[in-house]
T-cell receptor, first 115, second 110 residues
Framework: EAQVTQNPRYLITVTGKKLTVTCSQN?????MSWYRQDPGLGLRQIYY???????DKGDVPEGYKVSRKEKRNFPLILESPSPNQTSLYFC??????????????FGPGTRLTVT | EDQVTQSPEALRLQEGESSSLNCSYT??????LFWYRQDPGKGPEFLFT?????EEKEKERLKATLTKKESFLHITAPKPEDSATYLC???????????WGAGTKLIIKP
């Protein structure tokens, strides 16, 4: 089944404790992206990756890092989480080329709480 | 500045009562306009892509249309299971990022 998977789905952590949220897709997509979604603010892009060689900041990159060492995986790293990073996080992927290149397919989400 | 505005913020309908959701956009050269459905706590689910004014796409009770300034998502004879938040996004020719609207929360009462 074609899908985007994220782990963990739920995470409660404390301020300053480094964490990684994994994202994997099995559709051979070039483009991958991370979003956060907060009530009243909608979806905001954190980072995106055009392919394994190109990664760039989205609208809200502060406090986050990403890594794209292979096409299928795009982990999101919070080096020193803070309470304002409490949010619902989504990973998405798309083919990245062709007419349907930017139709993004989303993972199930990771609900992060930082205390 | 590229921008997407969705209206209304919320819409309550009776089962079977048809209506439309609006997505107004400003973008420098439209590459594509996307509609998604999102259920609470879940990832957005892709519905449609529209590429040029006059284009229409249908899926079950949903029909999406596009003009040069806005898109409509028409819902015909909705059922309670159509209740969700519907998100609109656009992509311009200037970059690869999608610009997202805030969504319309649709509630269909039986």
């Amino acid at each position: 089944e074609a899908q985007v998977t994220q782990n963990p789905r739920y995470l409660i952590t404390v301020t300053g404790k480094k964490l990684t949220v994994t994202c994997s897709q099995n559709m051979n997509h070039e483009y991958m992206s991370w979003y956060r979604q907060d009530p009243g603010l909608g979806l905001r892009q954190i980072y995106y990756s055009m392919n394994v060689e190109v990664t760039d900041k989205g609208d809200v990159p502060e406090g986050y890092k990403v890594s794209r060492k292979e096409k299928r995986n795009f982990p999101l790293i919070l080096e020193s989480p803070s309470p304002n990073q409490t949010s619902l996080y989504f990973c998405a992927s798309s083919p990245g080329a062709g007419r349907e290149g930017y139709e993004q397919y989303f993972g199930p989400g990771t609900r992060l709480t930082v205390t | 500045e590229d921008q997407v505005t969705q209206s209304p913020e919320a819409l309550r309908l009776q089962e079977g009562e048809s209506s439309s959701l609006n997505c107004s956009y400003t973008v420098s050269g439209l590459r594509g306009l996307f509609w998604y459905r999102q259920d609470p706590g879940k990832g957005p689910e892709f519905l449609f892509t529209l590429y040029s004014a006059g284009e229409e796409k249908e899926k079950e009770r949903l029909k999406a249309t596009l003009t040069k300034k806005e898109s409509f998502l028409h819902i015909t004879a909705p059922k309670p299971e159509d209740s969700a938040t519907y998100l609109c996004a656009v992509q311009g020719n200037s970059n690869y990022q999608l610009i997202w609207g805030a969504g319309t929360k649709l509630i269909i009462k039986p």
